[in-house]
């Protein structure tokens, strides 16, 4: 099942690798187990962030075709793709005109190429969470002459990491000037064009990818019918031929492959080839499987979008609000929503190994991810995109040991009251008593925190427990200003109910966590397992951190 959302994933499962990502509190596709049992470091983190889930599309729709042809006044928005229907959805506005996109195969780094001026090109980083421009490289400026710009449309990177572009040089065929194009290898670090040789044919508006040992390049030939072409081009020599046309006219393409090889191009011009009633090609542009060995292209839908000039199969880190090794239930209103540390939605999403069921008027305003079934009952919401992935997100080991040997337990002070929370190994918070806990780490046995009991932590603060956690009956565990809190339980079950309303992390990888009866958590967590229900309700604040 997939729903329309901001980042379209594939729906099938198969194909996709899970792998190590960006390393947060845990690691969360490395191989083998990650064991959490070390003080705090100081540093803190947003959620954790999830890498080489599915893939989708990510284009850019330019906003004039001045930008298309190098003007400085060009300019962008960034544009995903839903991989079954083409379909695109907004995502971020670009300074500038983008032109053409390549994703490392080796270090999955992002780079484009991006007008900065009338006929001058540079390499930028793209950061492939915010869709947005990363910081410029580099000039496209030519090795032997760096005076010479290299306009750079169409780029790809091969299987080693080496970056391939097609630009042009202007010569002189037939007494007429014709942009004749040429190979050239992008250094990454510097954005320095060394040619490899000439095409040995004009090309104009132009697209490409590595695939089959060749740079597939889709370009129009000439300037009057504007047909696409493929034209495959050596990587040793810069030589070319051309394959077959694609039937397709327009202005503007962009070409790259998807995990499994394929390629895909997004093209303006009316599916089958042909113009408008007043001879002029359309600006709509449409996804298109392209056969490289014929140069058929098979529409696979309309973009919604004008001018895309760029394409890559990209892979934009999730973050994971809840994270569950099996089952999430969310029912009987209960409900999930994420906020950005700016105070708007945020883009925080729930991810389960397990099945997921949501149901009885509950509702999810985030998106999902599941390796196991998804039902989404007739009454109940998701407002996000639902996906189906292709691995297990692994979940971290707790081991309570280090914070037992060494603790700053002695630390703490009394309550309201004048009494002691500390119990022999458990902390206990009695009805209607408050305490302050300071920076620092803690174990404890079990916590349990009487009716309408106040739980204030400053500074950083880290809870190790060995056994089960409950707050109850209007009970209140709230963050100061800078402050973190992070509960790690190696327990069976961690519960927030009966109004109790907290603020922390929490990552309790071998218990249920329980959120009922109006119970509210404001964070994130990690768990063996989720349930959600009664009006219970898990806030995922982007800004609310954990340990790095």
């Given at each position: ?47 954790p962030q999830q890498s080489d889930l599915p893939g989708a599309w990510v284009a850019v729709s ?220 359309p600006s709509e542009s449409f996804l298109y499987a392209i056969d490289v060995g014929t140069g ?253």
């Amino acid at each position: 099942m997939k729903r329309p959302g901001g980042w379209m994933a594939e729906q099938k499962r198969g194909g996709g690798r899970l792998v190590a990502g960006v390393l947060v509190v845990i690691a969360l596709f490395s191989v083998g187990r990650f064991v959490l049992d070390t003080k705090p470091t100081g540093r803190a983190i947003g959620i954790p962030q999830q890498s080489d889930l599915p893939g989708a599309w990510v284009a850019v729709s330019n906003n004039s075709t001045e930008g298309l042809n190098g003007g400085a006044k060009g300019s962008g928005t960034s544009v995903v793709l839903d991989p079954s229907s083409g379909q695109g959805s907004a995502e971020a506005t670009l300074a500038k005109s983008t032109v053409a996109l390549a994703r490392s195969p080796v270090t999955s780094d992002v780079f484009g190429v991006q007008a900065q001026s009338r006929g001058k090109f540079g390499l930028v980083r793209m950061d492939p969470g915010a869709l947005q421009t990363d910081g410029l490289v580099g000039m496209i400026v030519d090795s032997e002459d760096p005076t010479y710009h290299h306009v750079v449309a169409a780029m790809s990177f091969a299987e080693d990491g080496t970056l391939y572009g097609v630009s042009y040089r202007i010569e002189r065929i037939g007494g007429f000037r014709v942009p004749v194009g040429m190979l050239v290898r992008i250094d990454t670090q510097t954005g320095v064009a060394t040619e490899v040789g000439s095409l040995g044919r004009a090309v104009y508006s132009r697209g490409g990818t590595i695939a089959d040992g060749k740079f597939q390049l889709v370009t129009s030939l000439e300037k009057v019918t504007r047909e696409f072409h493929v034209v495959a081009v050596d990587l040793e020599t810069g030589a070319s031929t051309v394959t077959g046309g694609t039937g397709i006219m327009g202005r503007a393409v962009g070409v790259s492959r998807n995990a499994d090889g394929a390629v895909y191009a997004v093209m303006t011009g009316v599916p089958g080839g042909g113009r408008l009633e007043d001879g002029s090609t359309p600006s709509e542009s449409f996804l298109y499987a392209i056969d490289v060995g014929t140069g058929k292209a098979d529409l696979v839908g309309s973009t919604g979008f004008h001018l895309l000039s760029s394409l890559s199969w990209m892979i934009r880190p999730v973050g994971c609000g809840s994270t569950t090794a099996g089952d999430m239930k969310i029912s009987n209103t209960a409900t999930v929503d994420s906020v950005s540390c700016e105070g708007e939605e945020g883009d925080a999403a729930l991810c389960a190994n397990g099945n997921v069921a949501v149901e009885n008027q509950s509702s999810i305003d985030a998106d999902l991810y599941s390796d196991g079934e998804i039902a989404i009952g007739s009454n109940a919401t998701v407002t996000g995109a639902i996906y189906e992935t292709s691995g297990q997100f692994e979940i971290p080991d707790v081991d309570t040991s280090a914070a037992k040997a060494n603790n700053d337990n002695d630390s703490i002070g009394l309550t309201s009251k004048g009494n002691s929370p500390i119990d022999g190994d458990k902390f206990i918070l009695k009805t209607t008593e408050s305490i302050t806990i300071d920076a620092g780490v803690y174990w404890f046995e079990s916590i349990e925190i009487g009716n309408k009991g106040v739980l204030s932590i400053e500074g950083d603060v880290e809870f190790w427990v060995d056994g089960d956690i409950a707050f109850d009956n209007s009970d209140e565990v709230a963050i100061g200003s800078g402050g973190t809190l992070t509960i790690y339980s190696a327990g069976e079950s961690v519960s927030i109910s009966n109004t109790a309303d907290v603020e922390a992390v929490i990552v309790a990888p071998y218990a249920t966590v329980t959120i009922d009866n109006q119970g509210s958590l404001t964070g994130w967590v990690i768990s063996a397992e989720l349930e959600l229900k009664n009006k219970g309700a898990l806030h995922i604040d982007e800004c609310i951190r954990g340990p790095e």
